[in-house]
């Protein structure tokens, strides 16, 4: 079962959920539903409404998909399932079915053609309101080291349309 929160009420647990041990992005384009972990996020107010920004590299299965379908998911596990990140975080869903390789099921999503994981414990539905490819130009020093192959991320802002938690 699941409990609707407030998009602030849990982001702290998310963002450090995220940043320890990531979370599953699903997609649902072209009769195709895809997941990849990721591991960086944010989450904010950006005009005049909820935010979760996730950024996607142009390499990635995902990517074609996201742009394709203008909606995502974030499911959040707070624990276990970390088999499950590393082999969605390592495996692309453009040569094998992820979904069926792990046993991840799915839940379908409140507002969004997307599903989400089941068994997570923080759930994001959002619509893309905005994208932009990272300018290399633009980026310091420091931050360079994560585009060895100018893999630049594309970043997508997507409206937050549902937030819910697991009972
Ligand atoms: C912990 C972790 C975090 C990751 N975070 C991101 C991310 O934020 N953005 C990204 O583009 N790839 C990220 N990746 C890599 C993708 O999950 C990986 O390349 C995946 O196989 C892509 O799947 P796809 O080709 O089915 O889209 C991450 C991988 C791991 C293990």
Not at 124 to 151: I, R
Request: proline share 4%; charged share 20%; aromatic share 10%.
């Amino acid at each position: 079962m699941f409990r609707k929160i407030d998009y602030t009420e849990r982001m702290s647990e998310a963002i450090t959920a995220l940043a320890q041990s990531g979370a599953f992005l699903t997609v649902a384009a072209n009769g195709k539903v895809n997941t990849m972990t990721i591991g960086w996020g944010t989450i904010g107010y950006i005009w005049g409404r909820p935010i979760m920004m996730v950024l996607v590299r142009p390499s990635r299965y995902t990517f074609g998909l996201l742009k394709a379908a203008g909606e995502f998911t974030v499911s959040i596990p707070l624990s276990g399932l970390a088999e499950e990140l590393k082999v969605c975080g390592s495996k692309s869903g453009r040569t094998l079915d992820k979904l069926a390789l792990t046993g991840l099921a799915t839940v379908k999503g409140q507002t969004v053609s997307a599903p989400v994981i089941a068994d997570c414990d923080l759930y994001y539905e959002c619509k893309v309101v905005y994208q932009t490819q990272l300018d290399p130009t633009m980026l310091a020093d420091t931050c360079q080291k994560w585009y060895p192959q100018d893999d630049y991320h594309t970043l997508f802002f997507g409206e937050i349309t549902a937030c819910y938690a697991k009972e």
